[in-house]
């Protein structure tokens, strides 16, 4: 059922008349003229510019990635690079030290959301964003002056601090710029952009100098804010406070409007969403809208949904791998030096993050995911095998390449789905009121799940063999296979208020069946449009039959 004559049946017979098939063309042709007028690049670009704050969170995994087995003692030197001597590097620590500073950063991001969601809730989207720059700032440079061990647990804790805002302000403002028919695509970018620093990291560290490595990161949320700081507040906070003229003046600039009328059904349309009456209903940030957020039906289930992606996701295995992804590698006995590997993979994951951002508003969400979580589990399982092999003494020079090759279809399987889905659906199943404080919590356990599967990685290797974890990994995603068939709806070209009515009426394995591939065009936003316009006037009306009815 396609997004903009859903409801239109609905709409018409407010008053108990049917009104004529011929109206309601009107009114969407009426709509889509207007819907012509509109632009959309500059959704585009400030979304971008907001995400490269993501970038510079990316670049906080990937220097683990490609600086962990420089500086750990025993270490495997990327000796095809030069680095078997590295004397770039200050001081070295030991691989439980090294554990500590891949873990530390976990420990960092589940501060962050908390301090953003705040930030997020009480001084605006915009500025929450600005903010991580300075946490990103201030880490890389106790990363380039850093002496001993306890400068880099420093640098973690703080950098992951940044990293926490950057996932919990992300989705908000997002969400909150983008037009229904974009809206998937861009928050795609949220995932994406990890990539990209992780990328940048990856492909930069083997050919460069412990401090030069430090240097260009630093440079990267620099840029974030001389691009960033153009840019408006969102719309929606900036409705919640009270602050009409100003997100008129945001709504003209993200969509090009200059019209007042349009720009005043714009907001309108805004303070329905949100559900604004009155300008002291301002959005605020308390912790009593946990209670809120757990006793509402639909704010509950959107949270279990989204938990349970986030347990998938770190079930998966995707973090701890990539963290210590040269370690693995170097174990595994491939045919190719760790770090190319390395930065093939991590361009696969890219690119198949910007695969997702190019077919989730034709897929939809729910289909990437049950692909993405079912790819998932067959090529961890084929990696447990050549892992259990391995391990048995089993001679596999023959197809030493298979874990290379397995890691790039899991990451092109993972990034379709599980890595890019989960953001977008955190700006789109939760109401504005309690979407800071709901995404503090994701993030949050985001973060104690990735510190425990982190930590138990390393153990599991040095006791069962890396094959155990790999296997328990395969059937997590299988199990979120189920999760994900059963539970999770599609949001794709809805709007909030059919979000929540999808939510309400959310029966496990009884989804609503839709065709294989659907684009979502603008029509879906401008025929939405003229719902509300139509709901608006039929309210009038009913009120003024009741007032009549009461003479």
Same mark, same amino acid.
């Given at each position: 059922?396609?997004?903009?004559?859903?409801?239109?049946?609905?709409?018409?017979?407010?008053?108990?008349?049917?009104?004529?098939?011929?109206?309601?063309?009107?009114? +969407?042709?009426?709509?889509?003229?207007?819907?012509?007028?509109?632009?959309?690049? @500059?959704?585009?670009?400030?979304?971008?510019?907001?995400?490269?704050?993501?970038?510079?969170?990316?670049?906080?995994?990937?220097?683990?990635?490609?600086?962990?087995?420089?500086?750990?003692?025993?270490?495997?030197?990327?000796?095809? %690079?030069?680095?078997?001597?590295?004397?770039? +590097?200050?001081?070295?620590?030991?691989?439980?030290?090294?554990?500590?500073?891949? =873990?530390?950063?976990?420990?960092?991001?589940?501060?962050?959301?908390?301090?953003?969601?705040?930030?997020?809730?009480?001084?605006?989207?915009?500025?929450?964003?600005?903010?991580?720059?300075? *946490?990103?700032?201030?880490?890389?440079?106790?990363?380039?002056?850093?002496?001993?061990?306890?400068?880099?647990?420093?640098?973690?804790?703080?950098?992951?601090?940044?990293?926490?805002?950057?996932?919990?302000?992300?989705?908000?403002?997002?969400?909150?710029?983008?037009?229904?028919?974009?809206?998937?695509?861009?928050?795609?970018?949220?995932?994406?952009?990890?990539?990209?620093?992780?990328?940048?990291?990856?492909?930069?560290?083997?050919?460069?100098?412990?401090?030069?490595?430090?240097?260009?990161?630093?440079?990267?949320?620099?840029?974030?804010?001389? %691009?960033?700081?153009?840019?408006?507040? #969102?719309?929606?906070?900036?409705?919640?406070?009270? $602050?009409?003229?100003?997100?008129?003046?945001?709504?003209? *600039?993200?969509?090009?409007?200059?019209?007042?009328?349009?720009?005043?059904?714009?907001?309108?349309?805004?303070?329905? /969403?949100?559900?604004?009456?009155?300008?002291?209903?301002?959005?605020?940030?308390?912790?009593?809208? +946990?209670?809120?957020?757990? !006793?509402?039906?639909?704010?509950?289930?959107?949270?279990?949904?989204?938990?349970?992606?986030?347990?998938?996701?770190?079930?998966?295995?995707?973090?701890?791998?990539?963290?210590?992804?040269? #370690?693995?590698?170097?174990?595994? $006995?491939?045919?190719?030096?760790?770090?190319?590997?390395?930065?093939?993979?991590?361009?696969?994951?890219?690119?198949?993050?910007?695969?997702? #951002?190019? !077919?989730?508003?034709?897929?939809?969400?729910?289909?990437?995911?049950?692909?993405?979580?079912?790819?998932?589990?067959? !090529?961890?399982?084929?990696?447990? +095998?050549?892992?259990?092999?391995?391990?048995?003494? !089993?001679?596999?020079?023959? *197809?030493?390449?298979?874990?290379?090759?397995?890691?790039?279809? *899991?990451?092109?399987?993972?990034?379709?789905?599980? &890595?890019?889905? #989960?953001?977008?659906?955190?700006?789109?199943?939760?109401?504005?009121?309690? $979407?800071?404080?709901?995404?503090?919590?994701?993030?949050?356990?985001?973060?104690?799940?990735?510190?425990?599967?982190?930590?138990v990685y390393m153990d599991f290797k040095h006791s069962g063999g890396l094959y155990v974890t790999y296997l328990i990994f395969a059937v997590s995603c299988f199990v979120l296979f189920v999760f994900v068939y059963g539970f999770v709806?599609?949001? @794709?070209?809805? %709007?909030?208020?059919?979000?929540?009515?999808?939510?309400?009426?959310?029966?496990?394995?009884?989804?609503?069946?839709?065709?294989?591939? =659907? @684009?979502? &065009?603008?029509?879906?936003?401008?025929?939405?449009?003229?719902?509300?316009?139509?709901?608006?006037?039929? =309210? $009038? /009306?009913?009120? %003024?039959?009741?007032?009549?009815?009461?003479?």
């Open positions: 059922m396609s997004n903009g004559h859903c409801n239109s049946a609905s709409d018409a017979l407010l008053n108990g008349l049917k009104e004529h098939p011929d109206i309601q063309k009107m009114e +969407v042709s009426r709509a889509q003229q207007t819907q012509s007028k509109r632009t959309q690049w @500059k959704q585009w670009a400030a979304c971008i510019s907001a995400t490269l704050s993501m970038v510079a969170a990316g670049t906080v995994y990937g220097w683990t990635t490609t600086m962990g087995s420089r500086i750990t003692i025993n270490g495997t030197a990327n000796v095809t %690079t030069g680095w078997d001597n590295d004397d770039s +590097v200050p001081f070295q620590i030991t691989e439980d030290e090294s554990s500590w500073v891949v =873990s530390l950063t976990v420990i960092g991001s589940m501060i962050g959301p908390f301090y953003g969601a705040y930030i997020a809730a009480t001084y605006g989207r915009k500025l929450c964003l600005l903010l991580t720059s300075l *946490f990103y700032i201030l880490g890389w440079l106790l990363v380039i002056f850093a002496q001993n061990v306890n400068y880099l647990y420093a640098s973690r804790m703080i950098l992951g601090v940044g990293v926490g805002m950057s996932y919990t302000a992300n989705p908000m403002y997002v969400s909150e710029v983008a037009d229904v028919n974009i809206r998937g695509a861009l928050s795609t970018l949220i995932a994406v952009n990890v990539f990209t620093g992780s990328l940048i990291a990856c492909s930069v560290g083997p050919w460069s100098s412990y401090s030069a490595l430090g240097v260009c990161l630093l440079a990267i949320p620099v840029i974030f804010v001389l %691009t960033f700081a153009w840019f408006p507040e #969102t719309p929606y906070y900036l409705v919640s406070k009270g $602050k009409h003229t100003e997100a008129k003046e945001a709504i003209g *600039f993200l969509k090009g409007l200059s019209d007042t009328e349009e720009l005043d059904q714009e907001l309108e349309l805004v303070r329905k /969403n949100i559900g604004v009456i009155e300008s002291n209903d301002e959005l605020k940030f308390r912790f009593a809208d +946990v209670r809120l957020l757990l !006793t509402n039906i639909n704010n509950r289930r959107a949270l279990l949904i989204v938990m349970g992606l986030i347990l998938g996701q770190q079930l998966s295995g995707n973090f701890s791998t990539m963290q210590y992804l040269e #370690t693995m590698f170097n174990e595994a $006995k491939i045919g190719v030096a760790p770090h190319i590997a390395t930065i093939i993979i991590v361009s696969v994951g890219l690119v198949s993050g910007a695969t997702a #951002t190019m !077919t989730v508003e034709g897929a939809g969400r729910r289909l990437l995911l049950i692909l993405s979580s079912f790819g998932c589990g067959l !090529t961890l399982l084929a990696l447990a +095998v050549y892992l259990l092999m391995n391990d048995q003494g !089993t001679d596999v020079t023959t *197809f030493n390449l298979l874990p290379v090759f397995d890691v790039i279809f *899991f990451q092109i399987f993972y990034q379709v789905g599980l &890595g890019t889905m #989960t953001n977008l659906l955190i700006g789109e199943l939760f109401p504005t009121n309690v $979407k800071g404080i709901a995404g503090a919590i994701i993030t949050i356990f985001d973060g104690l799940l990735g510190f425990v599967v982190s930590k709806p599609e949001t @794709k070209c809805k %709007t909030f208020n059919e979000i929540q009515d999808i939510l309400a009426e959310l029966k496990p394995f009884r989804m609503t069946k839709r065709p294989f591939w =659907s @684009k979502c &065009g603008a029509t879906a936003a401008a025929t939405t449009r003229a719902g509300i316009d139509k709901k608006n006037d039929n =309210s $009038k /009306n009913n009120g %003024t039959a009741a007032a009549a009815n009461e003479v």
